[in-house]
């Protein structure tokens, strides 16, 4: 088996999960500002929802990309949100929380995660992440995930969209990976399963494996390899120059 000097994940949808939950997050938009509304001891009337929503789905990367703009943090989006409902701006914190807290109670990893990286590890191959945060999540929020789902990957090697300042398929993240686990970008491969993961490491000049758990035939992105599953990943001819 050859493998590549270093290899990078995305983290949502390829080493873990929000299980039931859509990649857009607005299906459950209601409830999540329910919790920050009792958080923030305020009545979510009829209005709130509706302007929570209005601004929620104005920072839905899924519904309007902005990969070419900067990167919001969730205290710009949620302090808009509190100014909107009249909320103290104390608040900001525990709302915050609370949002996030919804949807991360949901979190597991697939189930081949932690003993792929572990593998990776045995083989001396350095392995980071490079993901994008929904909402401007804020990073000591994703460290937790990556512990509580057991991935054994450092959090100095974590990456997010709004510590780069750009979202895929930006290349500013693929090489900011690249540079933190030591390699150039022709010697890092990147796996995720979007097209913006493929189209970001391309853009980079990274490898890119898709990883396609679905079971409909898997989409042409321009990905050097396509994968059903991590544990796929030993199977490849990895061998960078």
């Not at 997050?25 to 009829?46: I, S």
């Not at 996030?100 to 590890?121: D, I, K, M």
């Amino acid at each position: 088996m050859s493998l590549p000097t270093a290899i990078g994940f995305d983290l949502g949808d390829t080493l873990c999960e929000y299980a039931g939950v859509s990649l857009s997050w607005d299906g459950e938009y209601p409830l999540a500002l329910a919790a920050v509304a009792k958080r923030c001891e305020q009545e979510l009337t009829e209005e709130r929802l509706t302007s929570g929503i209005r601004l929620l789905s104005r920072y839905n990367t899924r519904l309007t990309p902005r990969e070419q703009e900067r990167e919001y943090a969730a205290e710009h989006i949620f302090e808009e949100l509190l100014t909107e409902w009249g909320s103290p701006r104390e608040c900001l914190a525990a709302s915050i929380s609370e949002f996030f807290g919804h949807f991360r109670q949901t979190l597991r990893a697939f189930p081949e995660s932690a003993g792929v990286l572990h593998r990776l590890h045995e083989h001396g191959v350095p392995t980071g992440i490079l993901t994008d945060v929904p909402y401007g999540m804020p990073r000591a929020l994703v460290v937790e995930d990556l512990s509580l789902a057991a991935l054994p990957i450092s959090s100095r090697r974590l990456l997010t969209s709004t510590t780069v300042g750009h979202r895929k398929p930006h290349p500013a993240g693929f090489m900011a990976l690249a540079d933190e686990l030591g390699v150039s970008c022709d010697r890092l491969i990147y796996i995720g399963n979007e097209r913006k993961d493929v189209e970001g490491a391309n853009a980079a000049g990274c490898g890119s494996v898709l990883v396609w758990r679905a079971k409909r035939e898997p989409p042409a992105w321009g990905q050097a390899f396509t994968i059903r599953s991590l544990e796929q990943l030993f199977n490849l001819p990895l061998t960078v120059p």
